[in-house]
């Protein structure tokens, strides 16, 4: 009976070996892994700051406005940037817009096409 108890103990000893191997080889492989992908990041990392110095280059007012200028014909001297309320033109006489009529929102649509569009698909 001993000698069946310590066999079977050798035994659960060899299995608790190889479970401990296998647990130990598991770690070391996503160690490997882990050390890939930090190096990937590190790497996506500079790229990422290559493309933010390239687009603070490409997206700079400057350029921007060399371009519009040179491509389009757009000049920057007529736009009028307002820094507080008080620069905002008032209610009254000396308003620009003082004697314009009030207009409503909304368009009245032509009946013609409607008529036209009912006709088509049959629901008039």
């Not at 990392?45 to 700079?60: C, D, K, N, P, Q």
């Not at 921007?64 to 200028?69: E, F, G, K, S, Y």
């Not at 757009?74 to 940037?81: G, I, K, P, Y």
């Not at 209610?91 to 009245?108: C, F, I, K, Q, Y």
Request: net charge neutral; charged share 20%; with cysteine.
């Amino acid at each position: 009976m001993i000698r069946v108890l310590n066999f079977l103990c050798v035994a659960l000893i060899g299995l608790s070996i190889l479970a401990l191997y296998h647990v130990s080889e598991r770690t070391r492989v996503a160690r490997v892994e882990l050390k890939q992908v930090s190096r990937q990041i590190d790497g996506e990392h500079a790229a990422i700051s290559v493309l933010e110095t390239e687009w603070e280059h490409v997206a700079s007012p400057e350029r921007i406005a060399t371009l519009a200028q040179s491509k389009l014909g757009l000049d920057n001297t007529s736009t009028v940037q307002l820094s507080s309320l008080e620069l905002l033109p008032r209610r009254g006489e000396d308003a620009p817009l003082a004697n314009t009529p009030v207009r409503r929102a909304s368009a009245d649509a032509p009946a013609a096409p409607l008529q036209q569009i009912a006709a088509r698909s049959g629901t008039e």
